[in-house]
């Protein structure tokens, strides 16, 4: 039983963060705006959630920061694509190199540190919010281990899910997305619909990005995303750009590395690589194998003109 | 690079008409063309790292003296850099030649490692063979592996409709964990440092010119051949173009007889050939052996490289140049102005955003400029025939 609430809140803690960034991706996507960059946007936002939370001493502001800065990042992304008409995979490459270097820099110019910054206050866990009594005592130890943005992470998943499907504004984001020509004639702002989805798909990502540094960890490691960005990539291509297949493919990357951390800690006389190459691995073979109707949205990576 | 010859013509002169339109001259024919791809974009990002750096207290002389004292300043260095070349070209060329025929090769970092691990093996493997054999040998070995190791992202491309930037990620992060597993157990030298036993003498690149200590290898010559011999081929030979023709307009290509999605099948492997044949030079030239985390991130400078020489291989011995200095200099950036490496990544962001996005910035100059003259107009009214802004 212990060992089962430890798994879950594990595949909680792995899948979270895919998930924030995967939804963010999402929302550009339908927009029409191709989003490789989300493991940019997660890293700075990591990077800028320990600046904030080392700076103003709060672990929220660091979490503003986070989001406010993967949104800022989403703005680069978005501004070259759509204003200056960039190739949106190189440009979303580019943005994702910049992350890398910039966050390096300034981790070197900040804290005069290479590799790792000091540690600082992480968020609180579902604990702090549980009644201090009249708890069961596995559902205490779930909450113990469990990061306070995994209620959040799951609530925007919803949300999102609920703005795609059923507002107006979601349906017109999916328009711009299908066929930009239509719902510019249909009135619609088209460029200023897609800035604004990237920008929030950056925000979602920098939480994401967040969540691994100041929710799992107390710190920023270089490269601390270690591909997670594309592996949220991934899971919108496997989700088939539905919020429910990506939320499904998101669970599933999360339980990758879940299983691979668990395996890691089974067996610590196996080598560890193999353990590590375990989430690409599968991602790989599902997106072989698997095979779907959906395509992606018709205008995608198409800047009209 | 997706444009066709007169669209590139027009948009190389697009900055210079800004130019004449200001200064009421006309600019010389070399420095129009000058401008296409090499000197505007790249300009322009070079300044905001400067800027950058003055910000992080190293000015921008002594940003310039330090770059040039790392990488060209002495013989030492101008072997360093002339070393370093030699990945980028092939890693470089591998990107400029897959994006020619319409795709993005993302995967070079893997498919340089693999390459790299296969060729170190192999000439370790095969160290009963006479040299003459062996050092091609390696190279072809090397250069196999690399194809493929990219071709499970293509196959995914055609089959599935998965692009190949996410699934050559996905082999990246599978080649180098698999890599610094195999090096550190199975095909280590049975240190724990995690490398190969070292290639036997006669599979090593044969020296061109030595003197002293330093010594200048037949590797760079062979890059650089190699660029030629693409250029040649991309731009002459019927081949050539009908590998284009799959980059510039993939279903006009069909139409016309033009089997575009196999001629994409066959560029993007030799693209992965070339990339691990970057890693087999590393391994022969160079370091002589495998070892863990054996790429210092090649694949992403030679992505910036080709980007930068506009897809075309002829220039890309500038580009890259270029980026080996960079990359020559960073522990003197490091020690004498104390920038972290990672400013090296930061230029080359900033260097790729501009490049892609030039055509963008030069459309707003132009829009700007245009409704700065109609407005002008209507004062006086002097009547012209407007010509429409292009793009």
Redesign the interface.
């Known amino acids: 039983m212990i060992q089962l609430i430890n798994l879950i809140a594990l595949l909680l803690a792995k899948a979270c963060p895919l998930l924030l960034a995967a939804f963010g991706g999402l929302l550009s996507e339908l927009s029409g705006v191709i989003n490789?960059a989300l493991e940019g946007m997660m890293l700075t936002g990591a990077f800028a959630a320990v600046l904030g939370t080392w700076v103003t001493g709060s672990h929220w502001m660091g979490l503003l920061a986070a989001i406010s800065s993967g949104a800022m990042v989403g703005a680069?992304h978005a501004g070259?694509s759509l204003?200056?008409?960039?190739?949106q995979?190189?440009?979303s490459?580019?943005?994702?190199?910049?992350a890398?270097?910039?966050?390096?820099?300034l981790?070197?110019?900040v804290f005069h540190v290479?590799g790792t910054s000091p540690g600082v206050e992480a968020l609180p866990s579902l604990s702090s919010i549980l009644p201090q009594t009249g708890v069961p005592d596995n559902l205490r130890r779930f909450a113990q281990g469990t990061s306070i943005l995994v209620p959040a992470a799951l609530a925007i998943g919803i949300a999102v899910t609920a703005f795609l499907r059923w507002t107006v504004p979601g349906l017109r984001l999916r328009a711009c997305g299908e066929n930009p020509e239509a719902a510019r004639a249909a009135g619609l702002m088209v460029r200023q619909t897609q800035f604004i989805a990237v920008c929030t798909g950056g925000a979602l990502a920098g939480m994401g990005g967040a969540f691994l540094s100041i929710g799992e960890l107390s710190q920023f490691v270089e490269n601390i995303t270690?591909?997670r960005g594309?592996l949220a990539?991934?899971a919108v291509?496997l989700g088939r750009w539905r919020p429910t297949g990506v939320f499904l493919a998101v669970l599933f990357f999360g339980c990758g590395e879940a299983v691979s951390e668990w395996f890691a800690v089974r067996w610590p006389s196996l080598?560890n690589?193999?353990f590590?190459?375990i989430p690409?691995?599968a991602?790989?073979a599902v997106?072989?194998l698997?095979?779907g109707r959906r395509?992606p949205p018709s205008a995608l990576g198409r800047v009209e003109h | 690079m997706e444009m066709n010859r007169g669209e590139e013509k027009a948009k190389a002169s697009r900055p210079w008409r800004f130019f004449s339109r200001v200064f009421q001259t006309p600019v010389p024919n070399p420095l129009r063309r000058l401008s296409a791809g090499f000197l505007t974009a790249p300009a322009a990002g070079l300044l905001i790292c400067m800027g950058?750096a003055l910000a992080?207290g190293a000015g921008p002389i002594d940003l310039i003296r330090t770059i040039w004292s790392g990488s060209w300043g002495s013989a030492e260095a101008a072997i360093n850099t002339l070393t370093k070349m030699t990945p980028l070209l092939c890693t470089g060329l591998a990107v400029a030649l897959a994006y020619r025929a319409g795709l993005?090769n993302?995967g070079c970092e893997g498919q340089l490692t693999v390459g790299a691990l296969v060729s170190a093996c192999f000439a370790v493997a095969g160290s009963r063979l006479p040299g003459f054999l062996l050092l091609p040998l390696t190279l072809v070995c090397g250069a196999a592996a690399g194809g493929l190791w990219a071709l499970?992202a293509i196959l995914?491309r055609q089959w599935?409709?998965?692009?190949e930037?996410?699934?050559a990620?996905?082999?990246n992060?599978?080649a180098i964990?698999?890599c610094?597993?195999l090096v550190?157990?199975p095909f280590g030298d049975g240190t724990a440092m995690g490398r190969t036993p070292p290639i036997p003498a006669w599979a090593q690149m044969p020296e061109v010119w030595r003197s002293g200590s330093l010594f200048f290898t037949l590797a760079p010559l062979i890059a650089l051949l190699l660029c030629f011999g693409a250029w040649l081929w991309l731009s002459k030979t019927l081949w050539g173009f009908e590998a284009r023709s799959a980059g510039t307009n993939f279903d006009a290509a069909v139409n016309a007889g033009i089997s575009a999605s196999r001629w994409q099948i066959m560029i993007f492997l030799k693209s992965g050939a070339l990339a691990g044949l970057a890693g087999a030079l590393e391994v022969c030239a160079v370091h002589h052996r495998f070892y863990r985390s054996f790429s210092p991130g090649y694949g992403?400078d030679g992505?910036?490289a080709a980007?930068l020489a506009n897809g075309s291989p002829q220039w890309l011995w500038l580009s890259t140049a270029f980026m080996a200095s960079l990359r020559s200099a960073d522990k003197l950036l490091q020690i004498g102005l104390n920038?972290?490496?990672?400013?090296?990544?930061?230029?080359?962001?900033?260097l790729?955003?501009s490049v892609?996005?030039q055509?963008?910035?030069w459309?707003?100059i132009d829009k700007f400029s245009s409704q700065a003259r109609r407005s002008s107009r209507k004062d006086d009214s002097t009547h012209q025939p407007d010509r429409a802004v292009t793009g």
């Open positions: 490789f680069v070259a204003k200056l008409r960039a190739n995979i190189v440009s490459i580019a943005v994702n190199l910049l890398v270097g910039l966050t390096g820099f981790l070197n110019q290479y270690q591909g594309y990539v991934a291509i080598p690589q193999l590590l190459v690409y691995a991602c790989f997106l072989a698997y095979t395509r | 950058l992080a993005l993302i499970p995914l599935r409709g998965v692009h930037v996410i699934s990620l996905l082999l992060y599978m964990h698999l610094s597993y550190s157990g992403f992505l910036t980007f920038l972290s490496p990672n400013f090296i990544l930061v230029v080359q962001a900033v790729l955003l892609v996005s055509g963008g910035i459309r707003q």
